[in-house]
């Protein structure tokens, strides 16, 4: 659906911003441990770090229909998890609660994580 974002999953390429629809979206290629949490026998996940949100029209659903949109990316199966750090706007971190993203608090911001599998067991 966003053959930038596609591109960008499967190229060297480790950061990008990249226009998804009506918002544009800070990207990073990342291994993290689950909720950052280190744990010395386990190895750290590959992560797609969201780093940064921008738009022009907050509230108007293209978040949801983004999100919704990677339900079906098969690119993304490449990788174990999303990592949406720093959300520091209240509603959009009520949205993450709402929709089932873990948090982890990083530093007095809320940080979410979701594994893809939990979004291709949605999407089923």
């Known amino acids: 659906m966003y053959k930038d974002l596609d591109d960008f999953l499967v190229s060297r390429c480790r950061n990008k911003w990249i ?3 009506d918002i544009k979206v800070y990207f990073r290629k990342s291994n993290r ?3 950052c949490k280190f744990h010395r026998d386990e190895a750290p996940l590959k992560t ?3 780093a940064s949100v921008e738009a022009d029209d907050p509230g108007n659903g293209a978040w949801t229909r983004f999100i919704s949109s990677l339900k079906t990316n098969k690119k993304l199966l490449e990788y174990e998890q ?5 959300v520091l706007n209240v509603s959009f971190a009520q949205w993450f609660r709402r929709m089932g993203w ?3 608090c990083s530093y007095g911001a809320s940080c979410f994580f979701k594994k893809v599998s939990d979004f ?3 999407a089923e």
């Open 19 to 21: 226009d998804v629809g």
């Open 33 to 35: 441990h689950w909720l």
């Open 48 to 50: 797609l770090d969201i």
């Open 82 to 86: 999303i990592y949406v750090e720093n």
């Open 102 to 104: 873990v948090e982890s």
């Open 120 to 122: 291709k067991e949605q």
